[in-house]
């Protein structure tokens, strides 16, 4: 695997899918953000960052917590979130947030310049997601908080089958580790590893609700992880994939609707 190419990868494939993103994955993804939030206890005047922002579905209520007088920088590695961050930031009046392209494993940041680090689902992407660790731990303040979370276990995750579907079609180097940090405790090892302290680790279950297999399709493929290399599919290899994926999820169906199972693990330390 060729980490200039993964991260290539990452950044033109997220650039591709920040058009649907919120569309797709704000509701699916609430219960993970909801507990990185509660976990990292964000208090007014904090300065947070961000990591692997998005569109700003965490930033913002980060940045709703510490009021006028804090401040949250969100980095991405995508060049289309980044800028969609600057704009909503604009458009609700909040001049407390910022928004800067930045790989995960080079934070552009000085040492100790944050409360609170934050990195809702962005860890599994990271070629060497130990380096990310560091980084964050060392733009920490002493006893600032970091709170993460990542995809759970793969046998958990009924979407999973869209890693494969793609492969056979194109090698695509999208996320070839993707489930690691979620199996067992990785997560807790990872944050061990990287000399965090107070480490408390929870999993827990979710449900993607679709209510059409055109809406399931399209959160995996258009808006998610594998949206470069679907991107490059002539139209009769895109039916083949929907189809393929449908079959994969069928035994979530319910009506015309499907109701797949995902687990988060998440995590909170302190440096």
Request: net charge negative.
């Amino acid at each position: 695997m060729d980490p200039r190419l993964q991260r290539r990868v990452q950044r033109y494939g997220w650039d591709k899918a920040a058009t649907y993103y919120d569309q797709y994955w704000a509701e699916q993804l609430a219960p993970a953000q909801d507990r990185v939030l509660a976990m990292a206890q964000i208090r007014n005047g904090e300065w947070v960052l961000d990591v692997a922002c998005g569109t700003g579905l965490v930033t913002f209520r980060a940045a709703e917590s510490v009021g006028p007088g804090g401040r949250v920088v969100a980095t991405d590695i995508s060049d289309v979130m980044v800028q969609r961050v600057t704009e909503i930031a604009a458009q609700r009046g909040m001049p407390q947030v910022t928004a800067e392209r930045s790989d995960a494993e080079e934070i552009i940041q000085g040492d100790e310049t944050f409360d609170v680090v934050l990195c809702a689902l962005g860890l599994m992407y990271v070629v060497d997601p130990l380096r990310a660790l560091e980084q964050m731990r060392r733009v920490l303040r002493p006893g600032g908080r970091v709170a993460v979370a990542v995809w759970g276990q793969r046998s958990r995750c009924g979407w999973a089958e869209i890693f494969p579907i793609v492969e056979r079609r194109v090698a695509s180097d999208v996320c070839p580790l993707f489930f690691q940090l979620g199996s067992g405790d990785a997560l807790q090892y990872a944050l061990a590893r990287t000399a965090y302290e107070d480490i408390e680790v929870e999993r827990i279950s979710a449900t993607l609700s679709y209510d059409s297999g055109e809406s399931a399709c399209g959160a995996a493929f258009a808006g998610g992880p594998v949206a470069l290399p679907y991107s490059r599919f002539d139209p009769p290899t895109r039916d083949e994939v929907h189809a393929e994926y449908l079959t994969s999820i069928a035994p979530y169906r319910r009506g015309d609707g499907y109701e797949v199972p995902g687990e988060f693990v998440i995590a909170r330390a302190t440096r």
